[in-house]
């Protein structure tokens, strides 16, 4: 059974940061391609970033957070990570942790397995 938490979420003014983890069981990390989904009020779900498995982990970033935001693992805490930096308004919605043994499935959208979801709140 699968089983991902995502946690670190909260309130920040603009420009501020934080970090989003989510720990992850019933899988072995290090075979997973692993991404953030954020889903803003009213609008649907869109990939923030993913990281890939083999190949030096390649990443992949939505054009919007290029620059502000990382995606990181660590395989041995079994750990995904997202630090966000320069928050804007429109950053704000839940944010999931989700994960697929196929990359091209996290990629497309469709992972086999999301969190719960942790809540980002960024105000002026």
């Known amino acids: 059974q699968v089983h991902l938490v995502e946690s670190g979420g909260g309130s920040v003014q603009t420009g501020g940061s934080l970090r989003l983890s989510c720990a992850a069981s019933g899988i072995t990390y290090s075979m997973y391609c692993m991404g953030w989904f954020r889903q803003p009020p009213g609008s649907q779900r869109e990939r923030v970033a993913a990281l890939m498995i083999g190949g030096g982990g390649a990443t992949y970033y939505a054009d919007s957070v290029k620059g502000r935001f990382t995606i990181s693992r660590d395989n041995a805490k079994n750990t995904l990570s997202l630090q966000m930096n320069s928050l804007r308004s429109d950053d704000t919605a839940m944010y999931y942790c989700?994960?697929?043994?196929?990359?091209?499935?996290?990629?497309?959208?469709?992972?086999?397995?999301w969190g719960r979801g942790t809540q980002v709140t960024v105000s002026s």
């Open positions: 989700a994960v697929d043994r196929l990359c091209t499935q996290l990629l497309n959208g469709r992972p086999s397995w």
